[in-house]
């Protein structure tokens, strides 16, 4: 079994990614800040209560548990700043330091490249959550180390239906549940492919954006 790190694990989307990433063989240590959250994740599943701005903290756990991959799903405001921004950072130098090389980054459409294509209503409504988003991400791609962002659309908290897809392209909109983006997560962990890649997660029965659109050719298992 591979060992996998997934920071925010007992988030409303980490509850369905830990037990999928286990049934794809990996065995999961999940991070959080709520022990009570974390214990009911399951009794197979080990974990750590760490909060994810805390360089010496974070650092110690990676090298401890030394994960062949990283998720982070974490995000969240931090005084006058936000998890997304800070808590990223210090999760993607943990990681560098301690010669992991796999890390998922867990964004937003809206974010990078993506904004120019935002509504004015989402930009109004969460723009320095997305700025945030972005420098996390902007630190990511600096680092010389196998990652991968990915950025959902609107997210719902319906079952699974399948359809979750990732597109190689900014412009698109849409929504996707939590099971379906952690499904496309399980994926990407198996996928070189996806590596150094900005992907955005669509359920394509939601996708919206121009005529030259295309799903993102992932090949999972190489």
Known sequence: MTRLMIYGASGRTGRHLVPLAMQTGWSVHAVGRDPVRLSALGEDISWSVVDANDVAAVGDLVGSVQPEAIVSLIGGSLGNGFIDEVGNV????????????????????????????????????????????????????????????????????GDMTGGGRFYDDPRVHGRISRADLAALLCDCLRSTSTIRKILSAIDRSTLSGPGDVRQFPMLVGN
């Open 90 to 157: 210090v999760i993607s130098d943990a990681a560098r330091r301690a010669g992991i090389r796999r890390v998922i980054q867990v964004s937003s459409l809206g974010c990078g490249d993506s904004r120019a294509y935002a509504s004015d209503r989402l930009l109004a409504a969460i723009g320095p959550v997305l700025a945030a988003k972005t420098h996390g991400e902007d630190h990511l791609r600096e680092l010389d180390i196998d990652w991968t962002i990915v950025r959902p659309g609107g997210l719902t908290d």
